[in-house]
């Protein structure tokens, strides 16, 4: 089972606008990064925040950790028709003895 | 380009076939892992390498295996396949064990089973 879940699932603004999506997870972690995915493509790393980082900003990125709720969001503000992905989170899970567990996506549509 | 190299780009094949996938994972990089992505199920862990010795398992079913090689690349077999097993089958890989430095992604491998 997949261990953070993102919300929303799918994500429709306009061009300019700022888009935010959430992910929440279950156990204690390292690190959590976010990853792009265009349509059928392989992911792209694109930030990655630690345990003890509250927000971390990366150009139009912006991503912040609550540990004790066990969630992360990923803002992209000024949004681009370039930016229409899917976003997923994943986690480095603390003991460094798994894989990075993936979230299951949020779609982004980001119209022109 | 990322640097992590996955042959085929597509396959399609039969049930009860076996395919190999292979990846070379970036220059450097000492880890790889595999993944499975389906509609309905994400993005699945499958198991993990680090410098050619098995390091972490995850929900890889009995007809799969993998192996990574002395020259660092790896490959997946897939044997005994069902329609089931169509997905995309992707390889990461990082410098470090833990991945916490972040993954690089091939582009991945498009199975198809019919």
């Known amino acids: 089972s997949q261990q953070g879940e993102e919300d929303p699932q799918a994500l429709s603004i306009q061009e300019g606008e700022n888009a935010t999506m959430n992910c929440s997870y279950k156990t204690s972690i390292n690190n959590l990064q976010w990853y792009r995915q265009n349509s059928g493509r392989g992911l792209v790393h694109l930030i990655l925040i630690r345990s003890n980082e509250r927000e971390k900003h990366s150009g139009r990125l912006r991503v912040t950790l609550d540990t004790s709720k066990k969630s992360s969001s990923l803002l992209i503000t000024a949004s681009r028709a370039a930016d229409t992905a899917s976003y997923f989170c994943?986690?480095?899970?603390?003991?460094?003895?798994?894989?990075?567990?993936f979230g299951s996506g949020t779609r982004l549509q980001v119209q022109p | 380009d990322s640097g992590v190299t996955q042959t085929p780009k597509h396959l399609i094949t039969a049930t009860g076939q076996r395919v190999t996938l292979r990846c070379s994972p970036r220059?450097?990089?000492?880890?790889v892992y595999w993944y499975q992505q389906s509609l309905d199920q994400g993005l699945q862990f499958l198991i993990q390498y680090y410098n050619g010795e098995e390091r972490a398992k995850g929900n890889i079913l009995e007809r799969f295996s993998a192996q990574q090689f002395p020259d660092l690349h790896s490959e997946l077999n897939l044997s005994s396949l069902e329609l089931g097993d169509s997905a995309l089958y992707f390889c990461?890989?990082?410098?470090?064990?833990?991945?916490?430095?972040?993954?690089?992604f091939g582009s991945g491998t498009r199975l198809t089973v019919v």
């Open positions: 220059s450097g990089d000492l880890s």
């Open positions: 990461a890989s990082s410098p470090s064990p833990t991945g916490w430095d972040g993954y690089t």
């Open positions: 994943a986690t480095g899970e603390d003991t460094g003895r798994r894989a990075l567990t």
